[in-house]
């Protein structure tokens, strides 16, 4: 299952070429998540009273096949990839027009939210990513 959202390009987004700045990507990618954890029924701002963790990047991969520029519409399509005990794997696919712009992805480890140490992903969340892998 992939969710999709939508970020139009903004001029605080680009560079003095009108060029989405790359780092940008990532944010585009972490907004994507958000959105796909609210998706499920979990926002990222209550993970850790819901459940008493929090979500951390371990590692990203990502490839820059082309620009985006001032005013594009971009989709996000994010899916989970991979699951392990305690870390899992998403992938955002940025499009534009259809067209594939960007690939990430990310690795994230669960971790306790107050001791940030890592820590098995709640079966609640697992179920729900399991269901959609």
């Known amino acids: ?68 520029f001032l005013d594009d519409l971009l989709t996000v399509h994010t899916s989970i990839t991979s699951i392990k005990n305690s870390s899992f794997t998403m992938h955002h696919q940025i499009k534009k027009n259809g067209e594939i712009i960007t690939d990430l992805h990310v690795v994230l480890v669960c971790v306790d939210a107050n001791k940030l140490k890592p820590v098995r992903i709640p079966e609640i969340l697992r179920a729900e990513f399991e269901k959609l892998i």
């Open 1 to 68: 299952m992939q969710h999709t959202t939508d970020i139009r390009i903004y001029y605080e987004d680009t560079d003095a070429g009108g060029v989405v700045y790359h780092a940008n990507y990532i944010a585009y990618g972490e907004r994507a998540r958000a959105e796909f954890l609210r998706h499920i029924g979990h926002q990222s701002s209550n993970l850790a009273k819901d459940c008493g963790v929090t979500f951390v990047v371990k590692h990203i991969d990502i490839e820059y096949h082309k620009p985006a």
